[in-house]
């Protein structure tokens, strides 16, 4: 049966990879980015996110089947807040409805390995709190520290993503609905977004450090676009309130095997 995805970020990197994965699938897709998209629109403002969601909304004809929302940032801005987080979250929660309307919805955002590294506490909390001005903020206080600060606040976006959607997918309006929401965590991919890091071995070499990936190495955005597919697909039906890292064994490395320890 032919379902309709909502791809946020459809222009490029993984969700270029996972629209086209999805077109040659038979599926519709209605892409939202900045350029080359049938919805163009602007997602770090509220303006632009309620401009998207009524495109969205008339070309869907009220009924949506998934959303993928994608579309972010690595740059280390305030701007940053608002299109990692806000971005995804608004979005996704104002096409609850066409979803409910789905015989098989689905949600999955784009996290990061980032998720598992240091962030800011304070920026973390106050995402999950809905308060994008103060958030915005203390992106702003952190970015005018300076210091290795401003690192913090791609990791502190994807932090409060994993944790938005897993405080979201037990709700009723979510799970009643039968709505699971997932979110996939990649290690380095090979998108826009990092080609200028791993152009220099000393690029490569700092990035192994943080983010060590012993099988494969770097990802391709058409990896990461299959196991988006799978998540949002109608043969998902229990898997929900994951992150789910397709990292090259990164997080087995970093956090090793102790992780249950701590429950």
Known sequence: MKRTYVVTGSASGIGLATRKKLEALGQKVIGVDIHDAEVVADLSNFAGRKAATERI??????????????????KSEAKTVSINFFGATELISQLHQALSKSGAPRVVATSSMASLMKVDRELVDL??????????????????????????????????????????CIKDHWAKAGIPMNAVGPGIVKTPM???????????????KVVPMPLHGYLEPESVAELIIWLASESNTHVTGQTIY??????????????WEKV
């Open 246 to 259: 397709i990292d090259g064994g990164s997080d087995a490395v970093l956090r090793g095997d102790e992780i």
């Open 194 to 208: 990092v080609a200028e890091m791993i152009a220099t071995k000393a690029g490569r070499d700092g990035l192994a």
């Open 57 to 74: 909304l008339a070309l869907s004809e009220g009924v949506i089947d998934a959303v993928i929302a994608n579309a972010g940032s690595g």
């Open 127 to 168: 995402m999950l709190a809905g308060d994008e001005t103060k958030s915005v903020a203390r992106a702003e206080a952190l970015v005018k520290q300076g210091g290795g600060a401003e690192g913090m606040i791609y990791s502190s976006t994807k932090r409060a993503l994993s944790r938005w959607l897993r405080r979201e």
